[in-house]
């Protein structure tokens, strides 16, 4: 089920200095889809583009998505800016004919002058002018943070809606199904470099960054690197805080008297991640006060301590690098099947 345009050469197109994105190429699927509803209620001609088959190896999944409008810009990316202005090109062609179209690049395509650098191939799936209240309603769901399902035709139609279970993307028939979580979101409690440091970082990466802190200083910086941040006076959580299953909550105190109220209102949320800076011994003694709470061994056990793939690491931007990382890995691992 792939079909090509009649042009088999598109050489002009690998010019990086032919085309410029308007949104970032890292752009998460929601920003993607976000791009598609602007760019149409803009009055202009949108298609939506995703990869449908991977042979080999790509730097991109299954799924992945990317937006582009009829002059030129786009949203997400599949490669390292090796296929992309062709993709743009694709898409714009079938604007122009109003029909969906699958393609492929790499190993196995007809256009022999556009390679992956990893020798694999992928198919991808050209929607163009996707249903917008589908759209609409996809941006919406992932929002409110409620994972989305998007089901493709070969023939044309796009359908969302919501899908609690991860899926592996997967063609069903003549329909190409996918699953999309919402993105990563990180609740910070604490004060310090390191707050911040986490702060930069994740914001830089993507994620949706909330922090809580009784350091003053600390959540106007943060403020301004565009988090939202909250001044704590106790050590309380507000009753309205609910996190789901795609948040992490890392605690970064240096006063560790704050921890164990956060602690036991954390470890009765359903995130996929709880981490705590401190060595094993001051480890041992969270737990300890804990149990005096009466949170459970198997809550206990949800704690990631000490915090971070990298061992001992005691500069902030280390120490935040490496929280950033085991938060990252621990939200692929829930929002990958298989």
């Known amino acids: 089920m792939v079909q090509s345009s009649p042009a088999l050469s598109r050489g002009d197109l690998r010019d990086p200095h032919s085309w410029a994105p308007a949104a970032a190429v890292t752009a998460s699927h929601l920003e993607v889809l976000r791009f598609v509803t602007e760019a149409a209620q803009r009055g202009e001609r949108v298609a939506l583009v995703t990869i449908t088959s991977v042979t080999g190896s790509s730097s991109r999944p299954l799924g992945t998505l990317m937006g582009v409008a009829a002059d030129g810009s786009f949203a997400g990316s599949f490669s390292g800016g090796c296929i992309e202005a062709a993709v743009v090109a694709e898409a714009q062609e079938a604007m122009l004919e109003g029909r969906p179209r699958q393609v492929r690049y790499g190993a196995g395509s007809p256009y ?8 694999g191939g992928v198919d991808l799936l ?3 002018n996707p249903n917008l209240e589908a759209i609409r309603y996809a941006v919406a769901l992932l929002d409110r943070r409620e994972p989305l399902i998007l089901i493709q035709r070969a023939s044309g139609g796009l359908i969302a809606r919501t899908g609690l279970s991860c899926q592996r993307p997967e063609w069903q028939g003549e329909a190409f199904v996918s699953w999309h979580a919402p993105p990563l979101q990180i609740i910070l409690l604490g ?3 390191e707050s911040l440091a986490l702060v930069q ?3 830089a990466y993507g994620a949706k960054v909330t922090l809580r802190s009784p350091d003053k200083r600390v959540v106007a910086l943060a403020k301004q690197m565009g988090a939202q941040a909250y001044h ?3 050590p309380h959580l507000p009753h309205a805080f609910v996190t789901d299953a795609w948040s992490a909550v890392v605690f970064l105190f240096h006063d560790h008297g704050w921890e164990p109220i956060l602690l036991e209102r954390a470890l009765a949320q359903p995130t996929f991640f709880i981490g705590a800076m401190g060595s094993r011994q001051t480890h041992a003694n969270r ?6 709470l009466g949170v459970r061994e198997e809550a ?8 971070g793939l990298i061992q001992s690491a005691r500069d902030p931007v280390t120490l935040a690098l490496s929280a950033l990382a085991q938060v990252v890995d621990g939200y692929r691992k829930v929002t990958t099947s298989g």
């Open 191 to 193: 004060h310090g470099a």
């Open 232 to 234: 704590m006076t106790t």
């Open 112 to 119: 022999i002058d556009i390679k992956l650098p990893c020798g």
């Open 300 to 307: 206990l056990a949800r704690i990631a301590a000490p915090l």
């Open 287 to 292: 737990l300890e006060k804990l149990r005096e």
């Open 126 to 128: 050209f929607q163009p």
């Open 201 to 203: 970082l994740s914001s």
